[in-house]
C-alpha cells in the first residue's frame, strides 16, 4: 500500500511497485490544476495527472479504480467539489480525511458563510455521486465531510492565523491567492 503525492514517478520505483503481487496507490491531492500548484507549490497539474494516470494503469492492483485522498480543511471550500467533479471524470475512487494539524488551516478558520456554502455544494453533488459511483463508502465519506464542517465552530483567530499564512507564502513565492481563487481572504 502506497500513498504518494505523485509528482515524481521515476520508471525505477514503478518497476519495483509492478513487481508487488498487488499493490494499491492511493495519491494524496487538495485540488485540480492551479489549485494545487498553488496549495502544494513545485508541482506542475499536468506532469502530475499523467504520473496519476500512469499509476491508475498499473496491472497489479486488485481495485479497478485509483484512489484519491483529499484533506478537508480550510482550502476545501474553494477546491473539493473541482476535484470530485474531476475524480467522477476519470473514474477514480476518493476519500477524504479530516485535517487535524496545523490548527490554522482547519475547518473553525473557515468563515460560516464559506462553510454553508460547501455544505451545500456537497448536498446537491451526492445524487450524481451515487448515480457515478453506486458506492455508499463514497457518500459515508460526503456525509461525515457534510458532518465535520457543521461541528467546526469558526473561530476569527484561527481564520486570521490562515490568512497571516496564506500572505507569508505568498510574499515568499511571488504569488496571490485571490489570483488562483478569483477572490481575497
Partial sequence: IVTT?????????????????????????????????YLRAG???KRLESNIRWLSQRPNCPYEKMN??????????????????????QNYDFNI???????????????????SQ???????????LWDHYQNTQIL??????INDLARAIYDPAVNLKFRSYIEMLDSIR???????????L
Wanted: proline share 5%; glycine share 6%; net charge negative.
Fill in 5 to 37: 503525492n505523485a509528482t515524481v514517478i521515476r520508471q525505477e520505483v514503478y518497476d519495483i511497485l509492478s513487481s508487488a503481487k498487488t499493490c494499491n496507490i492511493a495519491v494524496s491531492l487538495e485540488g485540480i490544476g492551479q489549485h494545487n500548484e
Fill in 43 to 45: 508541482t506542475v497539474w
Fill in 68 to 89: 484519491i485522498n483529499h484533506t478537508l480543511q480550510i482550502t476545501s471550500a474553494w477546491t473539493l467539489i473541482p476535484l470530485l467533479e474531476w475524480c467522477m471524470a
Fill in 97 to 115: 480525511n479530516l485535517l487535524t494539524f496545523p490548527p490554522y488551516l482547519g475547518l473553525a478558520g473557515m468563515p460560516e458563510a464559506a462553510k
Fill in 118 to 128: 460547501l455544505i451545500q455544494e456537497l448536498q446537491a453533488i451526492k445524487p450524481r
Fill in 140 to 145: 459515508a465519506w460526503i456525509d461525515t465531510s
Fill in 174 to 184: 511571488g504569488t496571490k491567492f485571490s489570483d488562483v481563487f478569483g477572490h481575497d
